[in-house]
């Protein structure tokens, strides 16, 4: 069985909640950064963070989210943003309602979802074979239209078992079981060869920092598919103060949102991805590799740029 630990997105699930509240709390004080909110300021999100389940896990996570909570924020619009009920069924707080229904690089994401939905709805067809990496809960496959589709293999490949676990029930409940399949390997080493149709990859590269790594893991991705297979990806443009680097349109940003969120993701979590790309350096990587056809597709503020790329 694979260690929790090489699993990048987000930590190990067992560490002692207490103790990871005291030691944020001691980064606050020791770091003494008031670039985004003051300390008290800082110290108050992280008691308010404490109130609903998914603060609880970023807490515990360094800030990033596993499969369920991420499924979590792309279903935020439809489902709690609605019923105003949290995961648990009690009310949203205030700093949960900002965090999956106002801030930017949530807002980036759920918008980077649509657009992959709509990309990868282009690849269902009879006998195809779809594959997510990482499959989290499969929301990038399972939420296409299979209506005229009598028999199509979806994969969700991951290392969290748990989101395993919860992408087969998830299928179960949208009658697509019989279409799915999980695999529990490392994304950088996959068992197929020339298999797939469609490879949508999100999440993986921003929080891998080691470029050779980021290469390697779209090598691996281009080996799995087929001839002429299509890629569908994403990466995190570089935000503002990376100079000549940022390609964010800030006219389409709520910019006090964006210092809030600063705050509450890297003053106080201090999020672990936060590895950020170039379009230039996107498509001479997948170019190197031997990609052709590479396009982009923007999010309204050009902040989670969608790739996509089809193999020669």
């Not at 909640?17 to 709390?25: R, Y």
């Not at 690089?105 to 006998?127: D, G, H, S």
């Not at 309204?300 to 740029?305: D, E, G, L, V």
Request: net charge negative.
């Amino acid at each position: 069985m694979t260690n929790s630990k090489n699993i990048i997105s987000h930590g190990d699930i067992d560490q002692d909640f207490s103790q990871a509240v005291d030691m944020l709390k001691r980064n606050i004080l020791d770091n003494n950064d008031t670039t985004f909110a003051s300390v008290d300021e800082q110290l108050q999100i992280l008691e308010d963070l404490t109130k609903f389940e998914a603060g609880r896990f970023l807490i515990k996570n360094n800030g990033g989210f596993n499969g369920f909570w991420t499924h979590y924020m792309l279903q935020f619009p439809e489902n709690s943003q609605i019923t105003n009920k949290s995961s648990d069924g009690s009310e949203l707080t205030e700093l949960e309602s900002f965090i999956f229904s106002k801030g930017v690089i949530t807002l980036a994401t759920q918008q980077r979802y649509r657009i992959f939905l709509e990309e990868n709805n282009k690849c269902v067809r009879e006998n195809a074979e779809l594959a997510c990496i990482p499959g989290g809960l499969l929301g990038e496959l399972l939420y296409l239209d299979f209506s005229k589709i009598k028999n199509i293999a979806l994969y969700g490949i991951d290392l969290d078992e748990e989101s395993l676990k919860y992408s087969i029930r998830l299928a179960e409940k949208m009658n697509l079981a019989q279409f799915t399949h999980t695999m529990h390997c490392d994304a950088w080493e996959l068992p197929c060869k020339d298999k797939f149709d469609l490879v949508s990859s999100n999440g993986l590269n921003i929080y891998e920092s080691d470029k050779a790594r980021v290469s390697a893991l779209y090598q691996a991705f281009y080996n799995s598919l087929k001839p002429n297979g299509k890629l569908v990806t994403s990466y995190i443009a570089y935000p503002p103060g990376s100079g000549e680097l940022c390609e964010w349109d800030m006219s389409k940003i709520d910019c006090e949102a964006l210092k809030r969120g600063m705050a509450i993701f890297t003053s106080v979590l201090g999020s672990i991805w936060q590895n950020f790309s170039t379009r230039s350096e996107m498509e001479t990587m997948l170019n190197d590799i031997g990609y052709k056809d590479i396009k982009f597709i923007y999010d309204k503020a050009k902040i989670f740029p969608t790739v996509v790329a089809y193999k020669r």
